[in-house]
């Protein structure tokens, strides 16, 4: 029973030292890690712990870490404090249970499992560091064993730690960073232009590469691209004519391509991708090309083209590439589905021609002769014509009376139409006219008389005038007669 109890814990160490050749990722390898030191101390869980300098100390991967009363304050604190303990020491630290003894002196488990804390060194620092969780009420004698074993596993994870360096998952953090600033970045803007801009520019920082061309299919919107670090590309260059053959060879693959210089020797002569890679390579002045579809909702925008990169970073590279394009393709779809609403189309254009010089030249010309037009036109006199039913009142009203009061009309001459000044309208009754003609040229005579037989000068002026009067009317009286 012991001898094949010794050799599982064997066959599980041997395991553990070859997790560091196996060529895993961080997150990968300490799990395993995590899972077979458990199995080999006999342990009921455990936690890998990193540390930060500035926010503490940061759970990266766990196993039943709930039994050691994580969730509690007071435990919780005790934790951190034997955390910052084992790393002021760099040695082994254990915690015994409620009902045991052990080294942890000054503090005090809530739980009644044993707390192991094994740091991992690299770079001759405390880099990481291993919590396991023992079993409940584990006697004395078996703390030392456990130890033990702690310390033979955890030499593999320092072997990795070699390679690695903490400064990976550093990196790893920053990365993280990275691209969050850029999928805020991104997101920022609704004008597909903008959009591509910054796909292209904070993909750059991102991917850590030197160049990014962002490639937008035709079918999606024409004329669509960016380059890092160009204002306004120019599609007629030779570089952007091959990087544009090879993003439609992209699409039509649709998976990703990875080439460099070197690589070219070893592809077959007669393929198209060979081909298109060539002329590529033999325009560019980078080494390396990685092309990746941009596609939302199984709907393929176009391809974004990242060039001059560390070609040992290829895996890791693919990760970020992958969340570049994902976040860009998000942010593009948005943004062109907002331009094709029809309000935003002219609206689109004149904020397009703002930022052109030529175009917006010929915006001002024609708004300033529209403007001049509009303005002389208001000035010219306009005659409308209006059909409708009116009645035309006279703007000054003179009214005329008549001297023929009580007059008989014996004809009328001229009932309608248009009447012009001494046109004869009617002819009156001429009897009471002459009755008035002799009654006036009687008075007459009398007058004549009167100033004839006048004693002043007076008298004879008086009569005067009053002939002058009568002879006024009988000229009146004549005209009427006619």
């Known amino acids: 029973m012991a001898e094949s109890h010794t050799q599982q814990l064997a066959e599980i160490m041997a395991k553990i030292a070859k997790l560091p050749s196996s060529n895993l990722e961080p997150p990968q390898f300490f ?20 540390l930060q300098p500035e926010q503490g100390p940061q759970c990266y991967c766990h196993l039943n870490l709930e039994l050691c009363g ?43 499992h044993p707390l192991f804390f094994k740091p991992l060194m690299a770079a001759n620092k405390v880099a990481m560091l291993v919590q396991l969780i023992g079993p409940a009420n584990l006697d004395d004698q078996n703390v030392r064993p456990m130890v033990g074993l702690l310390d033979q596993a955890s030499e ?11 400064t990976v998952l550093d990196d790893d953090r920053k990365a993280l960073t990275k691209l969050l600033q850029y999928a805020e970045s991104v997101h920022n803007s609704l004008e597909p232009e903008k959009v591509v801009y910054q796909i292209a520019n904070q993909g750059r920082d991102t991917i850590d590469c030197d160049r990014v061309i962002i490639w937008v299919n035709p079918k999606i919107k024409r004329g669509l691209r960016a380059v890092s670090g160009i204002d306004k590309p120019d599609r007629r260059a030779v570089l952007m004519q091959a990087a544009e053959k090879l993003s439609k060879h992209c699409l039509e693959l649709k998976k990703p391509i990875v080439a460099s210089r070197g690589q070219l020797a070893e592809l077959p002569e007669e393929d198209k991708l060979t081909i298109l890679l060539t002329d590529y390579f033999n325009v560019s002045q980078l080494d390396q090309v990685y092309l990746q579809p941009i596609m939302h909702n199984e ?22 590439i992958s969340a570049v394009a994902t976040h860009g393709a998000t942010a593009l779809a948005n943004a062109l589905d907002v331009a ?28 300033v002769l529209l403007v001049t037009v509009a303005a002389v036109l208001c000035f010219l006199p306009w005659t409308v014509q209006i059909h409708c039913t009116c009645e035309l009142m006279p703007k000054n009203l003179r009214r005329i009376e008549s001297s ?17 000044a001494g046109d004869v309208i009617a002819r009156l009754d001429a009897l009471d006219l002459r009755t008035e003609l002799a009654s006036l040229q009687l008075a007459r005579n009398q007058e004549e008389v009167k100033r004839d037989t006048a004693l002043t000068d007076t ?24």
């Open 156 to 166: 593999a994870a320092e072997v990795f730690l070699a390679h690695r360096r903490a």
């Open 70 to 112: 994580i969730k509690e304050p007071d435990q919780q604190r005790l934790i951190v404090e034997a955390i910052g303990r084992t790393v002021k020491e760099e040695k082994t630290l254990v915690l015994p249970g409620l009902q045991g003894d052990g080294n942890g002196k000054n503090v005090t488990n809530q739980c009644p």
């Open 340 to 367: 094709a609403l029809p309000i935003m189309r002219p609206l689109a254009r004149i904020k397009k021609a703002s930022h052109e010089p030529k175009t917006k030249r010929k915006w001002q010309i024609a708004i």
């Open 31 to 50: 799990a395993n890690f995590l899972q077979l030191t458990i199995a080999v101390t006999g342990s009921e869980g455990g936690a890998i712990w990193v």
């Open 404 to 420: 023929l009061m009580d007059v008989k009309i014996e004809q009328i001459l001229k009932a309608d139409g248009n009447v012009n």
């Open 299 to 320: 709907t393929y925008l176009g391809v974004l083209i990242a060039e001059g990169f560390d070609e040992q970073s290829t895996a890791n590279l693919g990760g970020v």
């Open 459 to 482: 008298d004879r002026k008086i009569s005067v005038l009053e002939i002058q009067r009568l002879d006024s009317n009988i000229a009146l009286i004549n005209e009427q007669i006619g």
